[in-house]
């Protein structure tokens, strides 16, 4: 698949021209002083390089994205909160979790997810197995 680079940001889309915000924002000061968020973040960064896949960084000034290398797809975005961190994150079915309190259908093939992470524990093999299947989306749905 080709993709269209925008020359000021150097970021790629799919569509060409496709609306956006060039507006870098350092990840490092998303995670200014939530030294517990920060900690939290890089160990989904290790387990998810390990267990799923390559990806980039593009942090913008709203959030975090992880976005798939293959497939040029943003599969998860981050918050660092004081006490934590803020996922939403894609799958192309519905799940029902207590993990999961907030589901938004966002067409016939996406559904977006909000979660909380509050310990390493809740970094485990069933978040991984959503995030696995949220990172291979493009595949599965195209």
Request: with cysteine; hydrophobic share 30%.
């Amino acid at each position: 698949m080709k993709f269209w680079k925008c020359s000021k940001c150097k970021r790629r889309f799919e569509k060409k021209n496709q609306p956006h915000s060039c507006k870098y924002y350092p990840v490092e000061k998303h995670l200014k002083n939530r030294d517990y968020a920060k900690k939290l973040y890089n160990k989904l960064k290790v387990v998810i390089k390990k267990k799923i896949g390559n990806f980039r960084i593009e942090s913008l000034p709203c959030c975090i994205h992880f976005v798939t290398t293959s497939t040029n797809y943003t599969f998860m975005c981050v918050y660092a909160l004081r006490d934590g961190l803020k996922m939403h994150f894609t799958l192309p079915d519905e799940i029902r979790s207590s993990r999961l309190p907030r589901l938004t259908k966002m067409s016939s093939h996406r559904y977006l997810y909000e979660l909380n992470i509050k310990t390493t524990d809740e970094i485990n093999s069933e978040l991984i197995a959503w995030l696995k299947k949220g990172y291979h989306i493009k595949t599965v749905t195209e």
